[in-house]
């Protein structure tokens, strides 16, 4: 319903011109706020998620690698090693005083 009046007109379309800009500021501050933060993040050199976990899954695959062959090679050493034989000592030869 629009009013006969020429100032409650200017008014309304005011009010809804200041609604849109102030839309159009908000998007346009958001827009301005994330590229800042993604360039902050790009700078600090943030790693990936992604990449993180597949990293993460690889260091866990080369720990249980190297357990494995650890306990692998000392068995080998155990294995190789002549078992040893226990020599009695000598007896000592007795002094004269």
């Known amino acids: 319903m629009q009013t006969e009046n020429p100032f409650l007109d200017?008014?309304?379309?005011?009010?809804?011109?200041?609604?849109?800009?102030?839309?159009?500021?908000?998007a346009e501050f958001e827009a301005f706020m994330k590229q800042r933060l993604e360039k902050l993040i790009a700078d600090m050199d943030f790693v990936p998620r992604d990449e993180f976990e597949a990293v993460?899954?690889?260091a866990v695959k080369a720990r249980n690698e190297n357990e494995r062959l650890e306990a692998r090679l000392a068995a080998l050493?155990?294995?190789g090693q002549p078992k040893k034989k226990r020599?009695?000592?000598?007896?000592r030869p007795k002094r004269k005083l």
């Open 77 to 79: 050493e155990h294995r």
């Open 87 to 91: 020599i009695p000592p000598k007896p």
């Open 56 to 58: 993460k899954a690889m």
């Open 10 to 26: 200017g008014l309304a379309k005011l009010v809804t011109d200041a609604a849109g800009a102030a839309q159009g500021a908000r």
